[in-house]
């Protein structure tokens, strides 16, 4: 599903109707009220480094967190490397480099 906006993908995820990769400012107030829950824990991106932070929580109404699908995909995500297919192969280049 293609949303065309934040907040409809905010009222989307809140009905239930998967899951929303929604602003840290716009999730703030559901996830302190319990509405929705974030997966990996609303501390996660604070154990990242700060030029890696993406300023988005992947959140789901807490019930999805059962249903097999959800449970693969936020398992995917968190296995997946984010880095930008540039940054990868500039590190694969730097780790070939043999100082010369």
């Known amino acids: 599903m293609q949303l065309q906006d934040a907040a409809t993908m905010r009222r989307a995820t809140l009905a239930g109707l998967g899951i929303g990769l929604i602003s840290t400012i716009d999730a703030a107030e559901d996830l302190k009220l319990g509405k929705l829950v974030a997966p990996f824990g609303a501390e996660a991106m604070h154990r ?50 043999d100082g010369k």
């Open 48 to 97: 990242m480094p700060e030029e890696q932070i993406p300023g988005f929580y992947l959140v789901l109404p807490k019930a999805h967190r059962r249903v097999k699908t959800i449970a693969a995909f936020c398992r995917w995500t968190l296995a997946e490397s984010w880095d930008s297919p540039d940054e990868r192969e500039i590190r694969r280049l730097a780790g070939g480099m």
